[in-house]
């Protein structure tokens, strides 16, 4: 079964603290996906990542950016972290040629800004 | 432009009767069509697909779901709700031509009554 493990569950940082979410799949896939989700809002897509060093930008990119080193890792960065940040974070990975694939998805991190 | 719409935020049903949890799509070319759970302060599982074939899916905890072209559907059904069942739904369509993009619909909170 595909795993995708993000770092923290739970992450409580200050107003300014740069922050970072780690995210690792062990499946060897080309994409992998941040997004945020609050209520009302469904999910929203921040930054993907097609392969190695390749970044794109989603729906709201603001205020974050992102890292792909390896293949199988993929950081999401708060520069500044602001209250209006405060959200749950979910990482996920797909297959880029196996497009009958769903994403899978980690299990979340829900971070507070205080 | 592709997109997904889940007409209905919450869909409250009795345990024992059937369930339908709505979705409709749109994208160019061949849809691939997903449906995930997701149970409070978790990450989305995924559910069940639909690639090409029957319109008839069958997939995980005995849900299915009825892919109709003509209406550009994709409805979630289970014959006989359970009260575990109770969970935020999201259906979503993998983009064409660039399949790298999934788009997702804003959930629906089904309630399930003992």
């Known amino acids: 079964d595909v795993k995708v493990t993000q770092s923290s569950r739970y992450l409580v940082k200050r107003t300014g603290e740069k922050v970072f979410l780690e995210c690792v799949q062990d499946?060897?896939?080309?994409?992998m996906f941040w997004y945020r989700q609050d209520p009302g809002l469904g999910l929203r897509l921040i930054y993907f990542?097609?392969?190695?060093?390749?970044?794109e930008k989603g729906d709201i990119p603001e205020g974050y950016s992102v890292s792909r080193e390896k293949k199988e890792r993929f950081s999401l960065i708060l520069e500044s972290a602001s209250t209006n940040q405060t959200s749950m974070y979910l990482c996920?990975?797909?297959?880029?040629?196996?497009?009958?694939?769903?994403?899978?998805f980690g299990d979340g991190t829900r971070l507070s800004i205080l | 432009a592709q997109s997904v719409a889940q007409p209905e935020d919450q869909v409250n049903v009795a345990e024992g009767n059937p369930l339908t949890v709505k979705c409709t799509y749109s994208?160019?070319?061949?849809?691939?069509l997903f449906w995930y759970v997701q149970y409070p302060n978790r990450g989305l599982q995924f559910l069940l697909k639909y690639i090409t074939g029957d319109n008839l899916v069958k997939g995980s905890y005995g849900f299915e779901a009825e892919f109709n072209k003509s209406q550009t559907s994709f409805h979630l059904k289970k014959p006989s709700a359970l009260v575990s069942d109770s969970a935020l739904y999201f259906c979503a369509v993998r983009g064409s031509p660039n399949f790298n993009k999934f788009y997702f619909g804003s959930g629906t909170k089904l309630n399930v009554k003992p």
């Open positions: 499946m060897d896939h080309e994409n």
């Open positions: 996920a990975s797909s297959s880029r040629d196996r497009v009958n694939q769903p994403q899978h």
């Open positions: 990542s097609y392969d190695v060093k390749m970044k």
């Open positions: 994208v160019s070319g061949n849809p691939y």
